[in-house]
């Protein structure tokens, strides 16, 4: 039984380019969720996308934007690259929607660095 | 808007000690709350979850919750070399669907 997974492992990007970062939930899933978490800090709550729609978003910029496609898979575009995207971006799988109460799994992360 | 807070450390603690990480919470109507530990370059993964106040015990884990106080703690006994890690407290948003992480204390067991 797969875990969640992520793809790239590890990007470098420079200023003002745009990336796309890719995620799998763990088996019998349906809610992606997605943090950044820059060194030293926890993570933080980009959005949740459940039945295909952004169901929820944190205090990020429109800069942030993802989608989920029929099969649950998730991915999280980021244009216009700031130094300070420089992070940890996870991406944690859950069932039902996304209430809290029901476990979210972590995928390893995809770190990005923005030169 | 939530905010949970953690002292950062390090923690040290000898092995076979108890160590003991706290956390406290900004929301009075917040009714659960997780420990997740994150080794370094990996993703937190869940290892305590708790919602009631009093104590919630699992192998060498305990989590103690005081909602009056708005405090959650996590205490850890003989703890091993392979604990050392960081340690993120987390409490759900004000919809309960995403998680608000405090920034971790990191946790070192010496052998």
């Known amino acids: 039984d797969a875990g969640v997974t992520q793809s790239p492992t590890h990007l470098i990007k420079t200023r003002g380019q745009q990336v796309t970062l890719r995620c799998s939930p763990k088996?019998?899933?349906?809610?992606v969720s997605w943090y950044q978490q820059a060194l030293g800090q926890g993570p933080q709550f980009i959005f949740q996308?459940?039945?295909?729609?952004?169901?929820q978003r944190g205090n990020f910029p429109d800069r942030f934007s993802g989608h989920q496609f029929p099969n649950y898979s998730s991915e999280l575009n980021v244009n216009a690259l700031l130094l300070g995207d420089s992070a940890l971006y996870l991406c944690?799988?859950?069932?039902?929607?996304?209430?809290?109460?029901?476990?979210?799994?972590f995928g390893p992360g995809t770190r990005l660095t923005v030169l | 808007q939530k905010e949970v807070e953690q002292n950062s450390g390090p923690l040290s603690v000898p092995e076979g000690a108890i160590a003991s990480l706290n956390c406290t919470y900004s929301?009075?109507?917040?009714?659960?709350f997780f420990w997740y530990r994150q080794y370094s370059g990996k993703s937190p993964e869940l290892i305590m979850s708790?919602?009631?106040?009093g104590d919630k015990e699992d192998g060498r884990f305990t989590a103690q919750l005081n909602k009056a106080s708005q405090y959650v703690s996590l205490l850890i006994r003989d703890s091993q070399p392979s604990d050392s890690a960081t340690y993120l407290c987390?409490?759900?948003?004000?919809?309960?669907?995403?998680?608000?992480f405090g920034k971790g204390t990191t946790l070192s067991v010496s052998s």
């Open positions: 088996s019998g899933h349906d809610t």
């Open positions: 708790i919602y009631s106040n």
């Open positions: 987390a409490v759900p948003n004000q919809a309960g669907t995403a998680l608000i």
């Open positions: 929301d009075r109507v917040s009714q659960s």
């Open positions: 944690a799988s859950s069932y039902g929607g996304g209430a809290v109460t029901n476990e979210q799994f």
């Open positions: 996308y459940y039945e295909e729609e952004e169901r």
